[in-house]
């Protein structure tokens, strides 16, 4: 527990560089699943195990073992990333690790998918993409 705590700690002191710049606060935990809040009125409790953040609108509880990170984003999505076409040969999974298929690079697998959230794996690293 003591570690976990740490580890919470270490996490908000990376949170609070230039904050203001961004309007949510993105919940990740274990599973994959992404909660967004709003930063405006942000605040946050530990108390047992727990992290209770509120806000104006909403309270949302998350046990601090099953959270895998938070961090600051501009879109409540929490989907930052920008892809290049360099990388060649993508493997598209869904957020749920289901395999979509290979294509020979990022747009072309963009061009085809449904909308929706996917995971992109190219020889390089994996990203995150939001389809439309």
């Given amino acids: 527990m003591k570690k976990v705590l ?3 700690i270490a996490m908000l002191a990376m949170l609070s560089v230039r904050a203001d710049e961004y ?3 993105i919940f990740q935990t274990t599973d994959g699943t992404i909660h967004a809040m709003a930063v405006e009125s942000l605040s946050m409790e530990i108390s047992n195990g727990q992290l209770v953040a509120s806000n104006n609108e909403e309270s949302k509880t998350f046990t601090l073992t099953d959270l895998s ?3 600051f984003c501009t879109d409540s999505t929490g989907i930052e990333e920008v892809f290049s076409d360099d990388a060649g040969e993508v493997t598209v999974f869904t957020v749920m690790g289901v395999f979509v298929g290979k294509y020979p690079n990022a747009n072309n697998a963009v061009k085809v998918l449904d ?3 996917y995971l ?3 020889k ?3 990203i995150k993409i939001a389809v439309q």
Avoid: H, Q
């Fill in 6 to 8: 740490l580890t919470f």
């Fill in 23 to 25: 309007p949510y606060m």
């Fill in 69 to 71: 990170r938070m961090f």
């Fill in 115 to 117: 909308g929706g959230v």
């Fill in 120 to 122: 992109l794996k190219t």
């Fill in 124 to 126: 390089y690293n994996t």
